[in-house]
T-cell receptor
Framework: DAKTTQPPSMDCAEGRAANLPCNHS???????VYWYRQIHSQGPQYIIH???NNETNEMASLIITEDRKSSTLILPHATLRDTAVYYC??????????FGTGTSLTVIP | DAGITQSPRHKVTETGTPVTLRCHQT?????MYWYRQDPGHGLRLIHYSYGVKDTDKGEVSDGYSVSRSKTEDFLLTLESATSSQTSVYFC????????????FGPGTRLTVL
């Protein structure tokens, strides 16, 4: 049930901001946007989530457009350890996440 | 890291053999999940549990069964393993509430020959 569209890959220079886009044009009013990342073959790691407002935590910022049809995950100062696959997920208050294939981010020294 | 362990971490078995994977948590979270991850498919939900003895199917449940007799343990069973079930299996947990983000275990790599 593909609800999101992400670019398959991106590069970012170390120390610069990484901006990862996600389109979710069919999102409904009660659906949250979640971001996870997966480093190499480890289990996915929760990053951040939001409904309408922009959100920030110690890892990243999430910018959601006013019409909620797209969002951007921002890693403010990317490091080599941020190289990973990033998943944008839209889900309702149920418990099923639908992971797509994500964006493979490579941070370049 | 959330207290989630998976066992075994690696397993090689033969077609037709029964296989059971175990997920154990120390967080006392209500919800537990089993996913599989294959190249080009991201993670796909197999089954999940919303309490002891309460389970439901995910999007790729055929060929799998689950059981949860205790809060801390969630078992995934392949009754008769097939080569198409060669995959990496991840367990996840989440607490109740609206903001129920999931925390994932380290994964089990299963190879069915």
């Amino acid at each position: 049930d593909a609800k999101t569209t992400q670019p398959p890959s991106m590069d970012c220079a170390e120390g610069r901001a990484a901006n990862l886009p996600c389109n979710h044009s069919t999102i409904s009013g009660n659906e949250y946007v979640y971001w996870y990342r997966q480093i190499h073959s480890q289990g996915p790691q929760y990053i951040i989530h939001g409904l309408k407002n922009n959100e920030t935590n110690e890892m990243a910022s999430l910018i959601i457009t006013e019409d909620r049809k797209s969002s951007t995950l921002i890693l403010p100062h990317a490091t080599l350890r941020d190289t990973a696959v990033y998943y944008c997920i839209v889900k309702d208050t149920g418990n099923q996440f639908y992971f797509g294939t994500g964006t493979s981010l490579t941070v370049i020294p | 890291d959330a207290g989630i362990t998976q066992s075994p971490r690696h397993k090689v078995t033969e077609t037709g053999t029964p296989v059971t994977l175990r997920c154990h948590q120390t967080e006392n979270h209500r919800y537990m999940y089993w996913y599989r991850q294959d190249p080009g498919h991201g993670l796909r939900l197999i089954h999940y549990s919303y309490g002891v003895k309460d389970t439901d199917k995910g999007e790729v449940s055929d060929g799998y069964s689950v059981s949860r007799s205790k809060t801390e343990d969630f078992l995934l069973t392949l009754e008769s393993a097939t080569s198409s079930q060669t995959s990496v299996y991840f367990c996840a947990i989440s607490s109740t509430g609206t903001y129920n983000e999931q925390f994932f275990g380290p994964g089990t790599r299963l190879t069915v020959l």
